[in-house]
């Protein structure tokens, strides 16, 4: 069975700080994607950052970057310089790859950070 | 503008009273799905659809139904809903199309509704 797992519940962070979301996951799938989505307190789930299992190079988007270890199973998510606006509940999720499977995505639990000016 | 929209975004209903909560995409994609989110527990899925016709249970698909007359749209029904069904509800559309390139492993999610069964 898969499974997400985040470890920290919440983060407190001064504004401009570089941030380190962790994530560890687990799966006998040999092909697999993780995600991670942003949720503000809107309410919206916003897509962040992208990254394949057989992907050779860590993804990044922006001031976002995915520091992907395979053979330890974890997916961080790395904010650089946060900001104000980056204050919000964050999820890392992870699906197999396989065209006739269910696309479901499974969730960790989040955590919820809070930028300090 | 491509997009996942749900109504209604907000509802407060009592036990029993049947409800309704739609999706629609206009991404003509294959895959939608429904989610819901408690505190602590992150997203669950409740249904999903590999197209028109087809569809699947979830994780927790107890007391819910849905249907996929048309590709866009993917309603949830609460025949009977109870206190225990009071959540944040998400629907979520994707390509199964993998020429799109990278992110077509990308869930477009819509806004959410908020459920809340008296």
Redo the contacts between chains.
């Keep these: 069975a898969q499974k997400?797992t985040q470890t920290q519940p919440g983060m407190f962070v001064q504004e401009k700080e570089a941030v380190t979301l962790d994530c560890t996951y687990d799966t006998s799938d040999p092909s697999y994607?993780l995600?991670w989505?942003k949720q503000p307190s809107s309410?919206?789930?916003i897509?962040l950052i992208?990254q394949?299992s057989y992907d050779q190079q860590n993804a990044t988007e922006g001031r976002y970057s995915l520091n992907f270890q395979k053979a330890r199973k974890s997916a961080n998510l790395v904010i650089s310089a946060s900001q104000l606006g980056d204050s919000a509940m964050y999820?890392c999720?992870m699906?197999r790859?396989y065209?006739d499977s269910?696309?479901?995505?499974i969730?960790?639990?989040?955590t919820k950070l809070i930028i300090k000016p | 503008e491509a997009q996942v929209t749900q109504n209604p975004r907000y509802l407060i209903t009592v036990t029993g009273k049947k409800l309704t909560v739609t999706c629609s995409q206009n991404m003509n994609h294959e895959?939608m799905?429904w989610?819901r989110q408690d505190p602590?527990?992150?997203?669950?899925?409740i249904y999903?659809s590999?197209n028109v016709e087809v569809t699947?249970k979830?994780?927790v698909p107890e007391g819910y139904k849905v249907s996929r007359k048309e590709k866009r749209n993917f309603p949830l029904i609460l025949e009977s809903p109870s206190p225990n069904q009071t959540s944040?509800y998400?629907c979520?559309s994707?390509s199964?199309n993998?020429l799109l390139g990278?992110?077509y492993?990308?869930?477009?999610?819509g806004?959410?509704t908020?459920l809340t069964v008296l």
């Excluded at chain 2, 602590?40 to 899925?45: A, K, S, V, Y």
């Excluded at chain 2, 492993?105 to 999610?109: H, I, K």
Aim: net charge neutral.
């Design positions: 997400i994607g995600f989505y309410g919206e789930m897509f992208y394949g999820f999720a699906r790859l065209m269910n696309y479901q995505l969730w960790g639990a989040g | 895959y799905s989610y602590g527990l992150g997203l669950r899925q999903y590999m699947d979830g994780d944040l998400f979520a994707s199964l993998p990278q992110k492993n990308e869930q477009f999610f806004p959410g908020r």
